[in-house]
């Protein structure tokens, strides 16, 4: 199947940063990636989704100035968390769709201090 | 998308069959049953998907009722590295659709 990295897997960061999430489509073109996060022990939540070349689409209850998205290629959607704090720590996951199907990258787990 | 019901909780032996039950009893005609399922600490993995027929691939198989209100995904010779959270998913399979996962049913395989 296709394949979706994300950089960095794992950071670690204090409280008030800003952190910077990578999601990678690495042999397809992907026009919609999709960010969701998770909590330990709880299923998948969608944040949002991400249109190359235009806004993202928030999900209720997401804040759009707190995970600012950006989709500037076809392979390429960050997710940045800004002013950081505890209770933003969590895994999160993107997966990029290519013509009816989601693949997923491997997470990002992120531990604010 | 439909709803879907999986029990949070399954245990299976090791060499034994797995046999992971969902009900869907509110899936439209045009919507595809999906399993993914994901090992800890990673994103998830996509395993089998059907609209009505039974599907087989090299991961699993994929029983489908006639009636289409419910499936089983069974893993045919489990091991350890099976152990992991199986979302069962219904979807209507187009371009606009994102997945929805529900709680999954999180399988224990044990020696």
């Known amino acids: 199947g296709a394949v979706v990295s994300q950089h960095p897997s794992r950071v670690i960061c204090k409280s008030g940063t800003s952190v910077k999430i990578e999601c990678r489509s690495l042999?397809?073109?992907?026009?919609?990636m999709f960010w969701y996060r998770q909590f330990p022990k709880k299923s998948l939540m969608l944040m949002a989704t991400?249109?190359?070349?235009?806004?993202?689409?928030?999900e209720q209850g997401v804040e759009k100035d707190k995970f600012l998205i950006n989709h500037a290629s076809l392979t390429l959607s960050t997710l940045t968390v800004t002013s950081a704090h505890p209770e933003d720590s969590s895994f999160y996951i993107c997966?990029?769709?290519?013509?009816?199907?989601?693949?997923f990258g491997p997470g990002t787990r992120l531990t604010v201090l | 998308d439909a709803k879907t019901t999986q029990p949070p909780s399954m245990d299976c032996a090791e060499g034994r069959a797995a046999n992971l039950p969902c009900n869907h009893s509110?899936?439209?005609?045009?919507?595809?049953v999906y399993w993914y399922r994901q090992i800890h600490s990673q994103g998830p993995q996509y395993i089998i998907h059907?609209?009505?027929n039974n599907e087989t691939n090299e991961m699993a198989s994929l029983i489908i009722t006639e009636d289409r209100k419910s499936s089983t995904l069974i893993l045919p010779h489990a091991t350890l590295r099976d152990t992991a959270v199986y979302y069962c998913?219904?979807?209507?399979?187009?371009?606009?659709?994102?997945?929805?996962f529900g709680g999954g049913t999180r399988l224990m395989v044990k020696p």
């Open positions: 042999d397809f073109q992907a026009t919609t």
């Open positions: 991400s249109n190359e070349g235009s806004k993202a689409t928030y």
């Open positions: 059907g609209l009505k």
């Open positions: 998913i219904v979807r209507v399979n187009n371009a606009g659709n994102m997945l929805t």
């Open positions: 997966s990029a769709k290519i013509y009816n199907e989601q693949f």
């Open positions: 509110t899936i439209s005609g045009n919507e595809y």
